[in-house]
């Protein structure tokens, strides 16, 4: 067993409402040539606001517009347009994210993240994950470190639609039984190390808050008005959920989103939604008590969150469906992370037991 506790984490880590507005200054302390990338969605809502703040300190900010899929092909394009740049910022969701991560690897630049949603907890890593034009997971590249600012404005996040906050729900809720499979099986964080308990602890926190806040912030969101609970929601999603799954290890729920990305239905969920329903599978094939189970998954409904695979379009899914889900799933490298013995078979049986929960 690797004897190592390794925890990584961004630099700095600001949120708060209008937190935007102090963005000149953060990357000023990391460079003076800033490239912000963010989609034709995301840029045409923020860029006003950025063009304003950086004029008032008189720095020149370039931008370009991300396609939509982070792919190898896409990276390099960027890539080339990015040169002469030394701070990246990545603005919007999770996918424009890693792309300006893997812009920032490419170049050698500095990294700044704005996320616009709180949908994963892509802001805080140092994974890139990419995919192919099929829009399955082609392979994931690594920064040498954890982005040097993550800079949240819920003022911005708020105006976001429930869907995204309950599928960064259901992105962090699983961290807390994902880090603990990993942590008993001794199996390696993201770092190549063994989990130490501050990422435990931050991973049931991080459970621990979403039970408790996450409802009023969905009501927050309907309001378009940050409360605490939303606050407290917003940091599980992004900076909890971040640091727990980095620094503590991944397991089934998060496994499966390769096979549930695999299957041409199932692939058009967002990352969250699956993950949520990972966790009842997982919590199944950890033989859970049932009623935990299900208390959980009436919260996952309640939030919004699918919690049967039919939810996610495969109405009546054949076996044949189920296996084709199961296979990629256990080919993810932190499938080992877990309690009890898994293959195609048990975990084609947890899919069937969740259905019928």
Do not use: W
């Amino acid at each position: 067993m690797n004897m190592l506790r390794i925890l990584g984490a961004p630099r700095r880590y600001i949120q708060g409402a209008n937190a935007l507005t102090s963005l000149p200054d953060e990357t000023a302390r990391l460079g003076h040539a800033p490239l912000a990338i963010g989609d034709a969605f995301v840029m045409e809502a923020v860029l006003p606001v950025l063009d304003e703040a950086f004029k008032a300190k008189s720095v020149p900010l370039r931008y370009e517009v991300f396609a939509g899929e982070i792919t190898a092909a896409e990276i390099a394009r960027l890539g080339d347009k990015a040169k002469g740049a030394d701070v990246v910022i990545g603005i919007g969701g999770g996918k424009a994210i890693d792309t300006a991560k893997g812009v920032a690897l490419a170049i050698g630049a500095k990294l700044v993240i704005v996320p616009t949603i709180a949908s994963n907890d892509a802001p805080t890593s140092r994974l890139i994950v990419v995919y192919d034009d099929a829009h399955r997971i082609a392979e994931v590249r690594k920064l040498d470190d954890n982005p040097d600012t993550v800079l949240v404005d819920t003022a911005i996040i708020v105006r976001a639609p429930k869907r995204f906050l309950a599928a960064g729900m259901g992105d962090a809720l699983s961290k807390a039984f994902e880090v603990e499979a990993c942590a008993d099986a001794g199996g390696s964080n993201f770092f190549g190390g063994s989990p130490p308990l501050s990422a435990i602890a931050l991973a049931r926190t991080c459970y621990e808050t979403i039970r408790r806040d996450g409802e009023a912030a969905l009501e927050a969101v309907g309001q378009r008005l940050p409360n605490a609970a939303f606050e407290n929601t917003v940091e599980a999603c992004i900076l909890m959920s971040g640091l727990g799954f980095e620094s503590g290890g991944l397991s089934l729920a998060h496994a499966l989103t390769r096979g549930l990305t695999a299957h041409p239905v199932t692939s058009r969920a967002l990352h969250g939604e699956m993950v949520g329903y990972g966790t009842l599978v997982q919590l199944v094939h950890e033989r859970r008590p049932i009623e935990f189970v299900r208390e959980l998954k009436a919260f996952l409904g309640r939030v919004g969150l699918p919690s049967r695979i039919e939810q996610f379009g495969l109405s009546h899914p054949h076996e044949s469906d189920l296996e084709a889900i199961a296979e990629p799933t256990l080919k993810a490298p932190y499938i080992r992370h877990l309690r009890y013995q898994i293959d195609r078979d048990i975990l084609v049986g947890c899919l069937r037991q969740v259905e019928s929960l």
